[in-house]
């Protein structure tokens, strides 16, 4: 089928148009890997979602990186709170992403107009059309997505309230995942982690996943640091030195009785991109903390989500380009 070339000149910004109709190399590898039948339903919303970013998504992104989220780890009485504050805008992109467009959500729970859950090629193509815009917000969009696929695969229900909010569509119940792995010793080397995770109570103690955990140790580069859904690996008392002795644990900002979780966000990182999502140290004072599956399979189990964040960082990557060359083109 012959289509009408398209006048680039317009476009000079790269802003104030739809990322999904512009880029037809990007409609021909979605026809090609999508189901066919929900290629169908995809569609319409990828080209809803490529004109909502090109506009409202890309303004808010602007604003957002001139405003950069901002630690606030002591209140005015000098109690932790461990708050990050957020450009307004930030609200709006979130509530279009994980509200308007299900972004965390499809590929849990049938969105509207189905009768599945949507595969993950959805969710990576729609990341990638939002990297044309904001590849921070990417960050924390695709992290929510890998935690929940943790959850999903190996929690044994303890953990499906936090399931559930990681998927949801409403972003009033709606948390976003984040993995903490990274420490100073232990970046390449996650073996090398010392972060130790002891027992609350004595069912823990027996490798109960519906036991609370206390981790202390430091985390050193925390991507999403105020998420209410992380991932993070430790080390149990008398567990195996390398990454064989790791477990893995959800840690929120805050407790289960809804205080401030007990550790120190010290500061944020000063990075030259990605400046919409917030990665800063930890410092863990016997935070609580929730045993995700067997323990000593932590590193196995967070492979999931690293793999997924490796393709998300991939298709993200595609989105950095499609804009580039959109710019480039005038
Ligand atoms: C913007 C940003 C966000 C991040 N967000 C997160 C996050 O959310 N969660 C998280 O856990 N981490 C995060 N990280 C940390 C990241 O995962 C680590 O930086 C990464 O794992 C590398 O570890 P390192 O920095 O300690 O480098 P090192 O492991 O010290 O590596 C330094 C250099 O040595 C090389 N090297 C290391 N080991 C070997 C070896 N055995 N043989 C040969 N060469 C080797 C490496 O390739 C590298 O060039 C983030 C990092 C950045 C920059």
């Known amino acids: 089928m012959t289509r009408e070339p398209i006048d680039y000149g317009q476009f000079e910004a790269g802003r104030d148009c739809n990322y999904w109709t512009l880029d037809r190399t990007l409609q021909r590898v979605a026809a090609r890997t999508y189901p066919a039948d929900e290629f169908e339903w995809a569609e319409p919303v990828l080209e809803d979602f490529g004109e909502v970013v090109g506009h409202t998504v890309a303004d808010n992104a602007d604003r957002i990186d001139r405003h950069e989220p901002e630690l606030h780890t002591y209140d005015k009485h000098g109690d932790v709170v461990n708050e990050v504050e957020y450009h307004p805008k930030q609200a709006e992109n979130e509530r279009i992403a994980y509200e308007e467009f299900g972004l965390s959500h499809d590929a849990f729970h049938a969105p509207p107009g189905r009768e599945e859950p949507v595969g993950l090629t ?6 990638s ?12 969009v695709s992290m929510t997505t890998g935690a929940a696929i943790v959850l999903d695969e190996f929690d044994d229900g303890s953990l499906a309230e936090q399931f559930r909010a990681l998927t949801s569509r409403d972003v009033d119940e709606h948390i976003e995942g984040a993995m903490f792995l990274t420490e100073k ?3 390449s080397d996650v073996g090398a982690n010392e972060t130790i995770a002891e027992a609350a109570d004595d069912t823990a103690l027996e490798g109960d996943p519906e036991g609370v955990y206390h981790l202390t140790g430091e985390k050193w580069f925390c991507s999403n640091i105020d998420a209410e859904g992380a991932l993070a690996l430790a080390r149990r008392p008398g567990a195996p030195e390398g990454t064989a002795g790791l477990s893995l644990f959800l840690v929120s900002r805050t407790r289960s009785d809804g205080e401030v979780n007990d ?4 500061r944020l990182k000063d990075k030259l991109g990605t400046l919409s999502v917030p990665t800063g140290e930890i410092e863990f004072h016997g935070a609580e903390a929730h045993l995700v599956g067997e323990p000593e399979n932590g590193f196995r189990q967070m492979t999931e989500m690293l793999n997924f964040e490796r393709l998300s960082n991939a298709t ?3 989105g950095i380009m499609g ?3 959109l710019e480039s083109k005038v």
């Not at 959805?122 to 990341?127: A, E, G, N, P």
């Open 122 to 127: 959805h969710t990576l193509m729609m990341q």
């Open 129 to 140: 059309l939002l990297s044309f815009a904001d590849p921070g917000f990417v960050c924390p």
């Open 185 to 187: 010793q232990g970046g």
């Open 263 to 266: 550790a120190t966000f010290r």
């Open 316 to 318: 993200a990557a595609v």
């Open 323 to 325: 804009r580039a060359l």
